[in-house]
């Protein structure tokens, strides 16, 4: 990995729960309950995990929208936590976070000039024509013409919306963009230019990623790491390659199993997930994925199993993860 541009240690959000006749809090959502990770300089972190596990309030927090009950984010060596006015002001425009949903991030009353505009014109970045060659640049770079700055986002595509977000995102110049499932609500075909796009920015900006998505696919092709989430707790955690080779957390081999794989050649062992997620207000006990693990032991219910390095760069959080690294989820068809 490069050297960290981002770090999070022991990061906790508890949202509480009110209840009874004066509403007190009679309880909390454990949305992010202790999540360690690093995203390298110029790199990539893709989180993935079913809806629900906390991997959005994880991107809000990197980005300072929502702060840590516990824990912190360190963004180089800024406590983030610690971050407040002027220091604030000139960290902001370093981050920025990109929807799934464009119809609502949107404001249907501006022109797309206005919304690619507006984040330089609140930090008073560039006015007059500087700020409109910058908007007309950026707008070109993500693949509109110029022609799109005067439409509004209801004469616009779910792609097109989706190009002038992440304009928007890059209009002053961040280092760091969280990517909460860009391209979940959009076509297979649109999907493929949108994730193609931003690696292109990527290299072309020296950009870091952290890239949400419950799409294993998805994530494979754009991440350099990837961390699995379930319940509040990243599970799993390693460069992209041997995560998807070999995965050492039943919950990562059971999503990999459900990937239809296009290679006639080789099969998968076959895996169902039982049962729904648990809520995130009463985690079970032990480890939390054991009332719907297949490899559930005695020692699951009563021991939280803890996020180790089990091989080199590749941690897991199960008592039994030594018995996976041999076994590819992948084998050839023909037993060979
Ligand atoms: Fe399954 Fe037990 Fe491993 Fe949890 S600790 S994933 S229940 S085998």
Redesign the pocket.
Known sequence: MTKPLLTMRHVRELFPISGGFFGRTVGYTRAVDGVDATIGKGQTLGLVGESGCGKSTLGRIAVKLLDPTEGFVMFEDIDLSKAEGASWKELRPQMQMVFQDTQSSLDPRMTVESTVAEPLQLVGMKRGSELYETVASLTLRVGLNLDHLNRYPHELSGGERQRVVIARALATNPRFVVLDEPTASLDVSVQAHILNLLKDLQRAFSLTYLFISHDLSVVRFMSDDVGVMYLGKIVEIARTEPIYATPL???TRALLAAIPIPDPTLRKQRLVLGGDVPSADSPPPG?R??PR?P???AI?SEEE?KLRGIITEHRAA???AEQFKDQPVYVSSNGG
């Open positions: 957390h039943p919950y480890c994925f054991h693990c490899w559930a032991a699951c199993p199960c008592h039994f």
